[in-house]
């Protein structure tokens, strides 16, 4: 039997908020995971946050917030990203876990144990921003050779990873591995990189320099260096040390996927790390490219600049998954751009997808009453079109075994537009026209069919889209797998289609480029209208809650005062509602609050929330839901 197929993003740093770069590593590794789904394979997708060391200890003191505090904040914003953009994660990790915490000092303890990591006086240059120490011949300039910055010059006694005893260890397994590092430019350069000796490594940060930190098991003045702690994660989440069994089932990984900034901590310290540890190095650790504006590297600032919850708005997620998939080479850098994007999706997704699923949907109900017809001997354009969609089908699985999901997508769009040629060939409108139903029914079924199995290819991207095109032809089974590509016929007349909305309304460039940069009028008078920026209103989280109590305040005429159910817990709440509502029309009644309102005190009661009531000529009503949702449902 299989392991499950073991899969990660690099843990994201907190001390800003999710951009275009991490967006695209986590939809890319969302997406292979699904393509393994839909081989019928067992996954386990782990992502997280990398939450110690200076950066993120910089990033909470400039908002006057604990580190804590600030992780706290920050991973709120990861994770409702992640949900916004459909990622469907097995794990998520926070490198201040306990588990993991206590993971880094196991491994710490164990190392120190066998004399792999010794005490020494370090004297060395120090990039702060990158959280790098440099040696002398390193810098470039005297600055920082990633990012070109001052160095400040230290000599200190710390601890250090004998990594340099490894390093001929390394190179041989890389040799004898051609798939341990891809994409092949990445291993060539990480095998450049080992001709010249490599140091061991500098694991710690004296406490008075930096706190915030897994403490070293053998000296409490000190804390583990962000990267050895953080880059634990991969073997501390499934397990190790406490859990051996799930731990073994799960390990090694078969990709760390990370951009090509991070390779070298993946593909040295990394397997040098484990060898040390006596554990299996994964399987496979692949870097892409990164998304570039111009000439530069998409980050903080120039990431912040693509407004990613407004994309979603106006094109839905699906739209944007499909979007930095299908563009991006993996290996390669790519230019982001709102143009590239539309053209994109206006092209593949409205005009080709879109079009051929509103074509056979529209025909079979304007036909056959809404029924998938049975259809009748296949001629040479059917039979065209089943060895084109099994040889689809064929082909993407070979693409993404390979790691080019963008060819992948090419491949479904082909068959896409083979959809629609055989459609212009065969004319169904005109055979309606004529009368001819049998003939008809034969075009429509072969046509949805092709169709079907076109929503399997395209499902790892856009999962929400192809869920729709399976709903629309009456598909019932929940499992989506690939095999079913290659069994043709699968479809069941009889279905009972169903119609709806474009599934990629066109985007109109000229209306849509104002908006996302921001230059639109509307946005101009917004400002004069007060109005609410979406990102800003999907911060307030609101759920469906029961009302368990609720009683008078003694102290205020106007306020009730509740205790309310939200699924995961009770809380209190103060309403102004006693003019409208006895205690006891309340009780019971389920109602809309929001949940992550700061706890206020209001005439000496703390409210934490607020519900949510609508007022009409001077009368006030609770907004409840249409129906009966269990307490704790999230309001979308
Ligand atoms: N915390 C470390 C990783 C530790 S893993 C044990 C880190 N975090 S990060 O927040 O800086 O995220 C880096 C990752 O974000 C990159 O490796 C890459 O996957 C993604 N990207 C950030 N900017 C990017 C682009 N402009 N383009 C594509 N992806 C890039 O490094």
């Known amino acids: 039997m299989h392991k499950p197929f073991y899969i990660t993003t690099p843990l994201y740093y907190v001390n800003d908020n999710p951009h275009v770069g991490h967006a695209y590593t986590t939809v890319l590794v969302d997406s292979i995971a ?197 880059l634990l994660n991969y073997i501390s989440a499934p397990g190790w040390p406490d859990h051996p069994d799930r731990f073994e089932h799960l390990w090694p990984a078969d990709f760390h996927v990370v951009g090509k900034d991070i390779i070298t901590t993946h593909a040295v310290y990394w397997p040098i790390m484990l060898k040390a540890l006596g554990i299996d190095p994964p399987e496979s650790i692949f870097a892409h490219g990164w998304w570039m504006v111009e000439e530069a590297k998409m980050g903080k600032s120039l990431g912040n600049a693509v407004p990613i919850p407004k994309i979603i708005n106006l094109f839905g997620k699906d739209a944007f998954r499909y979007y930095l998939i299908a563009e991006k080479v993996m290996a390669l850098d790519t230019q982001f751009g709102f143009d590239s994007m539309i053209r994109r999706i206006n092209n593949d997704l409205a005009n080709d997808l879109g079009n051929a699923v509103r074509r056979v949907i529209g025909l079979i109900h304007q036909n056959f009453k809404g029924i998938i017809p049975e259809p009748d001997d296949a001629t040479e354009l059917e039979i065209a079109l089943r060895e084109s969609a099994i040889d689809a089908t064929e082909e993407v699985n070979r693409e993404v075994s390979n790691m080019r999901l963008s060819k992948a997508m090419e491949v479904a769009n082909r068959l896409v537009r083979e959809i629609n040629r055989y459609l212009e060939n065969t004319a169904p409108w005109n055979l309606a026209k004529e009368g001819k139903y049998e003939r008809l029914a034969t075009v429509l079924y072969n046509a949805a069919e092709a169709l079907r199995i076109a929503s399997i290819l395209y499902w790892p991207v856009i999962p929400d889209s192809c869920n729709d095109i399976r709903f629309r032809l009456g598909i019932q089974e929940d499992k989506i797998l690939l095999a079913n590509g290659r069994d043709w016929g699968m479809l069941e007349s009889g279905n009972k289609i169903a119609t709806g909305k474009p599934l990629f309304p066109r985007i109109d460039e000229k209306k849509v480029i104002p908006i996302l940069k921001g230059e639109d009028k509307e946005e101009k008078t917004d400002k004069g209208k007060n109005l609410v920026d979406i990102e800003d209103f999907f911060k307030a989280k609101l759920v469906v809650a029961q009302v368990l109590e609720c009683v008078p305040a003694k102290n205020a005429d106007k306020l009730l005062l509740l205790k309310i159910d939200i699924g995961k817990e009770t809380r209190k709440l103060v309403a102004g509602l006693a003019k409208w509502y006895t205690p006891e029309e309340l009780i019971g009644k389920k109602i809309i609050v929001i949940e992550n309102l700061k706890p206020a005190k209001i005439r000496g009661h703390v409210s934490e929330g607020m519900l949510l009531a609508a007022e009409h000529n001077g009368k006030v009503k609770v907004l409840t839901p249409d129906e009966d949702l269990p307490a704790g449902s999230k309001i979308r």
């Open 34 to 230: 699904r393509f393994q789904k839909i081989k019928d394979r067992e996954v386990f997708f782990l992502t997280g946050t990398d939450e110690h060391g200076q950066k993120v200890f910089e990033a909470a003191g400039a908002k006057d917030r604990t580190p804590q505090e600030h992780c706290d904040l920050y991973v709120e914003n990861f994770k409702s990203f992640w949900e916004k953009l459909g990622i469907e994660y097995d794990h998520f990790i926070r490198t201040t876990d306990e588990h993991h915490y206590n993971a880094v000092q196991h491994a710490l303890k164990l190392l120190w144990d066998s004399e792999e990591i010794y005490q020494d006086n370090y004297v060395g240059w120090y990039c702060t921003p990158c959280e790098r120490f440099w040696t002398e011949k390193d810098l470039k300039d005297g600055k920082c050779p990633d990012c070109g910055r001052p160095v400040e010059k230290l000599v200190e006694k710390n601890y250090f990873f004998r990594m340099s005893k490894y390093q001929d260890w390394l190179i041989d397994h890389i040799k004898s591995n051609p798939d341990f590092i891809q994409p092949e430019s990445r291993r060539n350069e990480i095998l450049g990189f080992l001709k010249s000796p490599i140091n061991d490594l500098c694991i710690s940060r004296p406490k008075e320099r930096l706190s915030w930190g897994v403490e070293l098991p053998f000296d409490k003045d000190y804390v583990c260096y962000v990267w050895f702690d953080a």
